[in-house]
């Protein structure tokens, strides 16, 4: 049993607990940043380099397995997230054990989920990728690349979510320096294999897979060497307590790449539609929105790195009842992905036609449908670091279901209906004008429930100061 002298002493031992809240989020949200600008790299890397060497229809096929590489996402954070976030609590309240315990059965979760999904996307390649979209033009080059990265699947998971653990033990620095050596590799071997050995989309395959395998390799030496924790067999003996922590803390970043998924699956059938019934044909719409939407994810990456650097913080706070500073840092990373929102918002608007041909040449028709998608879709991006920063909020302090909840608000409760709805009175053009409407409703909804929980934990601060004035 954990006395209050040990809890004192890990509060104490810990910077955590007392370094300032400005300089923790830069050390702990820099790394995570760069660990998702990584994911999001090895899609925008592969997207360029092919769209230059094998065309448009190359693009189209990539957005087309991408809801695979969301789902590998998913369930990264799931575990990674879910593992780290109970880490923390349970080491902010000074128990070692269960810490240990919910990092090795994390790493025994990544494992089986990873080969569980390699395994039924190479079962199912051909129907999953139809159902995604893809027309008859574009199938064949979508089967061709996912064929290949499907065999990165559990690597990357892997790294993915042990990257969220090696943070949580206070080594930001180590986390980032994994992730980003993969990135680079599989930047150096696109090119090499893509055009010097003219191996088209299966070079952009192998290139990304050897990335994250050589990145999976880093994470797993760090395993053995926990700075806080010790990891013992008795750690991965799976039981029913911890992994059901990593289920509940880690839905809510799940839910939230889950959701984009089935977004990302239903607007491909909806371009493909509606885009067939306008000057646009199906193809261009596909093609375009798949490159938007890896833009975005940069964009993206950002704002979630800065909401994941809070977690360890926040959770340990939390757990050491040191409210004051787990206001500050929700308040922190809210005004940094705020600041991020603005820049994104001019360039999206202001620089639409200079990024889109980042990506490759097009015709006329291509530009125009990309700049129109671009400014519309995106217009209230400028919102769109509230959702993230705010889910990872109520994670982090183990409420799990409302970050569940938050994690579901832009993408399920509003934008998949309003992408189903608007399309049959305008057309394509209503898949561009549901993304906005959702961004401002998605932002006032996290806003009021935010207010009232921070109002909470500001009455709890009073409370506990009065009673320590009178003792």
């Known amino acids: 049993m954990t006395t209050d002298n040990t809890k004192t002493n890990e509060d104490q031992n810990n910077p955590l607990g007392y370094e300032n809240e400005a300089h923790l989020l830069t050390t702990f949200a820099i790394p995570c940043i760069i660990s998702m600008l990584v994911t999001a790299l090895y899609n925008i890397v592969d997207q360029i380099f092919i769209g230059h060497g094998v065309g448009m229809l ?87 690349y996912t064929r290949i990265t499907a065999i990165g699947f559990p690597f990357l998971i892997a790294n993915t979510g042990m990257s969220k653990l090696i943070m949580a033990d206070g080594s930001p620095r180590y986390s980032m320096i994994s992730m980003l050596t993969g990135a680079i590799i599989n930047t150096i071997l696109d090119p090499i294999l893509i055009f010097g050995l003219d191996m088209g989309m299966r070079g952009a395959a192998l290139a990304t897979i050897t990335g994250q395998i050589i990145s999976f390799a880093i994470s797993l030496r760090y ?30 970043a799940c839910f939230n790449q889950i959701a984009m998924a089935i977004v990302q699956v239903v607007m491909n059938n909806t371009l493909s539609r509606y885009g067939a019934q306008s000057v646009y044909g199906g193809d261009i719409p596909l093609a375009c929105s798949g490159i938007i939407s890896k833009v975005n994810m940069i964009f993206m990456a950002i704002v979630i790195g800065i909401s994941q650097g809070t977690q360890p913080i926040i959770g340990f706070n939390y757990g050491a009842g040191k409210y004051r500073r787990v206001r500050k840092t929700y308040l922190l990373a809210l005004a940094a992905a705020s600041a991020l929102s603005i820049v994104a918002f001019v360039a999206f608007q202001f620089f639409p036609r200079q990024i889109i ?88 909804v996290c806003g009021v429930f935010t207010v009232r929980e921070l109002k909470e934990l500001i009455s709890i601060d009073r409370d506990a100061h009065e009673k320590a004035v009178k003792i």
Not at 80 to 93: C, E, N, R, V
Not at 100 to 111: D, R, Y
């Open 58 to 144: 190359g693009n189209a096929a990539t957005n087309i397995a991408f809801p695979l590489s969301t789902a590998c996402t998913a369930i990264s954070l799931l575990l990674g997230i879910g593992s780290a976030t109970s880490f923390s609590l349970k080491l902010g309240a000074g128990d070692e054990k269960k810490s240990a315990e919910a990092a090795g059965n994390g790493i025994c979760l990544m494992a089986i989920f990873g080969v569980a999904l390699f395994l039924v996307t190479t079962i199912f390649l051909t129907p999953m990728l139809k159902a995604f979209g893809a027309t008859d033009k574009v199938l064949p080059f979508a089967q061709e």
């Open 357 to 444: 041909s980042a990506f490759g040449e097009g015709s006329e028709l291509y530009f125009q449908f990309s700049e129109r998608y671009f400014r519309i879709y995106m217009f209230l991006t400028i919102v769109n670091g509230i959702q993230p920063v705010t889910s990872n909020f109520f994670n982090s302090i183990g409420k799990a279901r409302l970050g569940v909840f938050m994690s579901l608000t832009r993408q399920i409760l509003f934008l998949l209906p309003l992408i189903i709805i608007f399309p049959i009175f305008m057309g394509i053009d209503g898949v561009m004008y549901a993304g906005p409407i959702a961004d401002g409703i998605t932002a006032v």
């Open 223 to 252: 395993m053995f060497h926990f700075k806080t924790i010790h990891l013992t067999r008795e750690s991965f003996v799976m039981r029913g307590e911890p992994c059901g922590n990593i289920f509940r803390f880690g839905a809510s």
